[in-house]
């Protein structure tokens, strides 16, 4: 038994990241979809997609209208039906709630909730005009479950895609279009070593020590990793599975104390 997603289109917004957008495509690359790599700029999404096999390109920013529909208008008349969606492109505010500025807050919600119901609703409207079925997974966080602070509108906002993805699986069901997220833990990407370095001077220490007293398993989650669950969701050995969020975080939200490692 494997997963096999030959034959699959599957759009990865956000792919030309060297965070999850890396993994993500890597995973489904492996597993013989065609990846195709959505990003800000034609440059960053034509040197990640050159990476994969027969990869295709897309400029375009999610959270913007015009955009998404041109997207799947190039992805169309490029490959034909796109098969699965992966809602990755996201952006981080790391500042408590009282000092954040509207246009930040208006931002991240643009992106990282608006941008997801845009390219979803660009979908599934192109999936049910032409009579074929697919599959959604949304890139959450472990914010949406348990926070810190410095995280309250990044954690409000990923709690939204957890709600969007539980509604989106009840009223997709009757197409047979599933949709599903996971929440990875912290990963290392440019995005995480920025926001970190946000309140310390040594990201990478915080993040050493993050490994070491908040997680149960004494290694980093990669991008890889959460790219085989989000690879697992997008084919049909997780037929059953719609309006999940499963957490791909190496334990950090199911643990209180981690004294056996600071001890
Ligand atoms: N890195 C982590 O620890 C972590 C943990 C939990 C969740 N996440 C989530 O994973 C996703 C990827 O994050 P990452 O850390 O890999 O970040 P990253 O910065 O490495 O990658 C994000 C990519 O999205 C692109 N992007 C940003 N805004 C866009 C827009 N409007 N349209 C199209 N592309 C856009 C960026 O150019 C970048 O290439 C995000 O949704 C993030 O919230 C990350």
Redesign the pocket.
Known sequence: MKIDLKGKNILV??G??????QGICEAVDEAGGRVIV???TLE?AKEAAEKYNNALAVE????KVEDVNRMFDEMKSACGTIHGVVN?????LGKNAIDAEETEVDRLYE??VK?IWMVSRAFVKQLLAYGEVGNIVN?S?IQAFATMHRMAIYAGFKSAVNGMTRGLAVELGQYNIRCNAIA????Y????LHMIGKWTPDPVKWMEDHKTDHQCLDFFTS?RDCGNVVVFLLSDLSRSITGQTICVDNGTINLLYNNEYTS
């Open positions: 917004t956000g030309a990241g060297d965070g999850l957008g959505n990003d800000l960053m375009g920013d999610i959270s990755n492109a996201g952006i981080g992106v990282d941008g890139i966080s990875p833990g912290l990963v990407s440019e995005q995480s991008a």
